[in-house]
């Protein structure tokens, strides 16, 4: 008598030891990297900025230390927020622009910290270069300006919009698509 093929498999893979595919919760095993879009010109962006980067280092599934945060990845360091004159420079301009689009390609996902009506142009193309590079997209509203309208080319290429008080729990190893609550303009 012989032993059949299906019955050779269910000895070597014992199909009740197999673990649950989803898991209720975080999945907190697995931690993903972000890039870090946002704009930091204006009082209201320098805030949102600062309250993002808290929010994602308080979030157990983004790791932060890996992630591309452009104001720390500018060429040689020169950070033109401390050093306006270097926006002048071509050599700085280009480096710090092609060092921006490697962080995009490199990163699981894309974080824009939106903040309406005062939209950052920069962010604008870093979000569009990470759709056509398939990133998913993430944005991220202050929630006293959640609702507001936003550019109709943002909302577009966004795969999710959510309040900044749900940015520390939101679990990046489970992005899903929602729509947001505001207008477009």
């Not at 480096?95 to 950052?120: C, F, Q, W």
């Amino acid at each position: 008598m012989g032993v059949s093929f299906e019955q050779i498999l269910l000895k070597l893979v014992n199909v009740k030891n197999i673990p649950p595919i989803r898991k209720k919760g975080f999945s907190m095993t697995k931690q993903k990297t972000v890039y870090f879009g946002a704009g930091w010109f204006t009082e209201t962006q320098n805030k949102a900025y600062k309250d993002a980067m808290s929010a994602l280092n308080a979030n157990p599934t983004i790791d932060l230390e890996n992630s591309y945060v452009p104001l720390q990845n500018q060429y040689k360091d020169i950070r033109v927020d401390e050093h306006p004159e270097y926006l002048h420079d071509k050599e700085w301009a280009q480096a710090t622009y092609n060092g921006d689009l490697v962080g995009i390609k490199t990163s699981d996902v894309m974080l824009g910290v939106y903040v309406p009506k005062e939209e950052d142009v920069g962010l604008g193309m870093e979000l569009g270069y990470a759709m056509s590079q398939g990133k998913y997209v993430l944005l991220v509203i202050p929630d006293e300006l959640y609702g507001e309208s936003i550019n109709l080319m943002s909302w577009g290429v966004a795969d999710n919009v959510i309040k900044m008080s749900e940015l520390a729990t939101f679990d990046f190893n489970r992005p899903r698509y929602n729509f947001y609550d505001g207008a477009v303009y």
